[in-house]
């Protein structure tokens, strides 16, 4: 962040009671650099509360979060300003994706789809619920429409409805080089394996953690965007058409699942005649 070109922002560090050297690190930064923050919490609060107050800690027009294993190339902030200053009607901007690995070697690109961008608030909200186009997250954002939206809740999924949200406010828009390097590796959050449990705690809730209310729950909050946004009849509806596909192909998805785990317990079920055995994630603003 302290190498991007454009040189007018605060890099806020929401720190989540960490328990490594990150505190010495971050102090050691700010003493050297004043657009640096640094703000502690007592007691780890989960991500979801800890992205939200890094959000209430900014005070300028323009924010965004930052995940500690991406990185971005120095002209990221630069290209995703100048959008947001030159076209009133957008909300988020964003550059193209590299997906890098732990070495931030490059092996995949991600262009943006395209849906995100549209004119119409309910083919951007498709683009988010059943294109699952959730980059959206790390983009630019104008802080005043930030303010209308709930932020991120606690719950797994909620990154998702968030970013369903600001497409619900405004269109998004892209520069169109490879600036963002989204790092994939086996530590990152999406890619443990986490137990259910787990995924809750993370996510910053105690209570009612079982894997069968992740989905309801997006569900629930994915209407609840619906109905808080500014939107026509027709584009009320086209949305909670779009959102009731989504439902239909995951419940679909969902029971194929389960059938074919009984399928394969009946196939596999062993002979009771056999006495053998067998085996079966911080943040700044602009």
Same mark, same amino acid.
């Given at each position: ?8 922002? #605060? ?60 990185? !971005? ?18 909300? @988020?901007?964003? =550059? ?28 951007? &909200? ?6 699952? #186009? /959730? ?15 709930? @932020?991120? /809740? ?10 369903? #949200?600001?497409?619900?406010? /405004?269109?998004?828009? &892209?520069?169109?080089?490879? !600036? ?9 959050? =999406? ?20 894997? &069968? @209310?992740?989905?309801?729950r997006v569900y629930y909050h994915m209407?609840?965007?619906i109905r808080r946004a500014n939107l ?10 779009? @959102? ?7 419940? /679909?998805? =969902? ?32």
């Amino acid at each position: 962040m302290l190498a991007q070109t454009f040189t007018d922002f #605060e890099l806020i560090i929401s720190d989540n009671a960490s328990t490594d050297s990150t505190q010495e690190i971050v102090r050691d930064f700010a003493r050297r650099d004043p657009r640096i923050r640094y703000v502690r919490n007592t007691h780890n609060i989960g991500v979801a509360q800890n992205f939200n107050q890094a959000f209430t800690q900014s005070t300028a027009p323009y924010f965004r979060w930052v995940a500690h294993d991406d990185y !971005l190339e120095p002209q990221w902030l630069a290209a995703c300003v100048r959008i947001l200053d030159e076209r009133p009607e957008v909300v @988020l901007a964003h =550059t193209y994706v590299n997906r890098v690995d732990r070495n931030g070697q490059i092996f995949g690109k991600k262009p943006m789809e395209f849906r995100v961008r549209h004119e119409r608030p309910s083919e951007r &909200f498709a683009a988010v619920v059943r294109d699952r #186009e /959730g980059s959206g997250v790390w983009g630019l954002m104008r802080s005043d429409v930030l303010r209308t939206t709930p @932020l991120h /809740g606690s719950y797994p999924g909620s990154d998702t409805v968030f970013v369903a #949200e600001m497409a619900l406010r /405004g269109r998004f828009a &892209f520069h169109e080089e490879y !600036l963002f390097n989204l790092r994939e590796h086996d530590f990152r959050h =999406t890619g443990r394996a986490m137990t259910p449990e787990e995924e809750w705690e993370w996510w910053g809730q105690t209570r009612f953690r079982s894997r &069968f @209310l992740i989905a309801p729950r997006v569900y629930y909050h994915m209407r609840q965007a619906i109905r808080r946004a500014n939107l026509s009849a027709g584009e009320r509806m086209s949305c909670y058409r779009h @959102l009731g596909a989504c439902v239909r192909g995951y419940m /679909g998805a =969902t029971s194929l699942r389960i059938l074919n785990r009984l399928r394969g317990r009946v196939v596999n079920a062993p002979d009771p005649n056999n006495q053998g055995s067998s085996m079966s994630v911080q943040k700044s603003n602009a």
